[in-house]
């Protein structure tokens, strides 16, 4: 997992409150609470600073500073204004060596899937899976082989495992498949429809060799 350095100074009484923190937004801060640890922490931070965390597809261990505390955490929800999608209000979940967490991982499809190479078509249908691990045990991605995948086949949750991780998402969920394509069933048509043909063809040359007998 990739490491982050995030610096916040924590709220004081006057700055609690929806129109103390709606002036913090006005000058570029955003509020954010610590929790998960001995107790829980009202935060300020820069926008500007945790946009970087949130606007990027990699997780990362949030290496926090509080006014000089020192905090590892992890991000695990973001609240956006519904028509300027700007931040408001971000929680990190601070994280040890004893404790597991379960976090969102990317997931990464590997190889050529033998279905695509029959005229099908690779769909991703989970582009991140719940995994829960001790927060140093949990990786930047998740890499799924598909090369044997074949054409209307899926790849499910039960079917994956990777060391040290557990995948928390529904076992029968899909995580990916090869679809038909519509020039596959175009081909699949066809062929089936010489199929037919050469069977009639059949026929009617056997009938014409009786009828001849």
Not at 83 to 106: C, F, G, Q, R, W
Not at 133 to 159: R, W
């Amino acid at each position: 997992m990739k490491h982050f350095k995030l610096s916040a100074t924590a709220r004081k009484a006057d700055q609690l409150g929806k129109k103390a923190t709606k002036a913090l937004r006005r000058e570029g801060l955003v509020p954010v609470v610590l929790y998960g640890g001995s107790e829980t922490q009202h935060l300020v931070v820069k926008a500007d600073d945790i946009n970087k965390l949130i606007y990027t597809p990699d997780i990362y261990l949030i290496e926090l500073d509080v006014e000089g505390k020192q905090y590892k955490a992890v991000l695990k929800e973001v609240q956006f204004h519904p028509v300027s999608d700007k931040t408001l209000h971000a929680d990190l979940y601070e994280v040890s060596d004893e404790k597991p967490i379960v976090m969102n991982v990317p997931v990464v499809l590997d190889g050529h899937a033998a279905g695509v190479k029959a005229g099908g078509k690779l769909v991703r249908e989970k582009r991140t899976l719940r995994v829960r691990a001790i927060y140093d045990k949990i990786p930047e991605n998740l890499v799924i082989d598909v090369t044997t995948l074949k054409l209307g086949k899926t790849i499910q949750v039960h079917e994956l495992s990777f060391e040290g991780l557990e995948l928390v998402d529904a076992p029968q969920a899909v995580v990916c498949a090869v679809k038909l394509t519509r020039v596959a069933r175009g081909k699949d048509a066809a062929a089936a429809d010489s199929e037919e043909a050469e069977g009639e063809e059949h026929e009617e040359h056997s009938d014409s060799e009786e009828h001849n007998e």
